[in-house]
């Protein structure tokens, strides 16, 4: 019997009781009854922020896993729920990105599955999910949908019921194994192989040498993924 699906939600809102807030506790419910899945929950409002001291620890090069990494890694699918805040990510999300950053060019999410949706006032939403879209895709995700949401000129309602569909497509995707590759992430896997490859020859070791000893034995992303499954 195939193990239940584990869905990540990350509520990137560092608010308590806010438009986030109301979004996440009814996803939660709808994973769990309506699709059966295990859910694990990241909210930035419950993290503390200690920038400085984090920071220290990725450069110093040694192995930080912060519980966002955890999670991320833990997990088949993300589900993505953000505000714009001035146009952009809200502050503390940020921080909690910037602390994976240090994995970016490993592929450290390839095989997962996610959607993302981001609300607004009035403007932003859009943009805002293209940032997510890149960033995520170049750590290996398979975007399924993306849902930009204006409270100013939309109802809730609608577009909460397009961004359900996305999450159970998504849930299909993942319990049939079906996966996609991108052609940019393709030309990423192979510019980031040569970099590699000129670091080793350079005799340079960083922490990522230890992934790419695995991905350097594939010829692309596709084979790799194919191999784990
Ligand atoms: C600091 C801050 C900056 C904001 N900037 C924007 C913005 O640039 N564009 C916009 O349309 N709405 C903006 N808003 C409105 C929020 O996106 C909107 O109220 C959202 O529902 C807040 O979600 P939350 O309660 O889950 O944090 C901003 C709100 C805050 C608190």
Not at 137 to 155: K, L, P
Not at 169 to 197: A, C, W
């Amino acid at each position: 019997m195939k193990k239940k699906i584990n869905l990540l939600i990350v509520k990137a809102s560092p608010n308590s009781d806010g438009c986030g807030n109301k979004i996440m506790l009814e996803l939660e419910r709808f994973v769990k009854k309506e699709l059966n899945c295990k859910v694990s929950i990241f909210d930035q409002q419950k993290e503390s922020l200690r920038r400085n001291e984090k920071y220290q620890m990725i450069c110093d090069g040694k192995k930080m896993e912060s519980k966002f990494e955890k999670k991320l890694m833990a997990c088949d699918g993300i589900i993505l729920l953000s505000p714009v805040y001035l146009k952009q990510a809200p502050g503390e999300f940020k921080i909690t990105l910037d602390q994976f950053a240090y994995r970016m060019n490993e592929f450290p999410l390839i095989g997962k599955k996610m959607v993302s949706f981001v609300y607004c006032d009035t403007n932003g939403a859009k943009e805002l999910n293209q940032y997510y879209k890149n960033i995520f895709s170049s750590a290996g995700v398979e975007f399924v949908g993306t849902c930009d949401y204006y409270r100013a000129f939309q109802s809730l309602d609608e577009n909460m019921s397009i961004f359900k569909e996305d999450i159970q497509t998504m849930y299909r995707y993942i319990r049939n194994d079906v996966f996609h590759i991108s052609d940019g992430q393709e030309r990423l896997f192979q510019i980031y192989k040569e970099v590699i490859q000129k670091e080793q020859e350079k005799g340079i070791e960083v922490h990522r040498h230890k992934r790419w000893n695995l991905l350097n034995q594939y010829d692309s992303l596709y084979d790799y993924v194919k191999s784990t499954m």
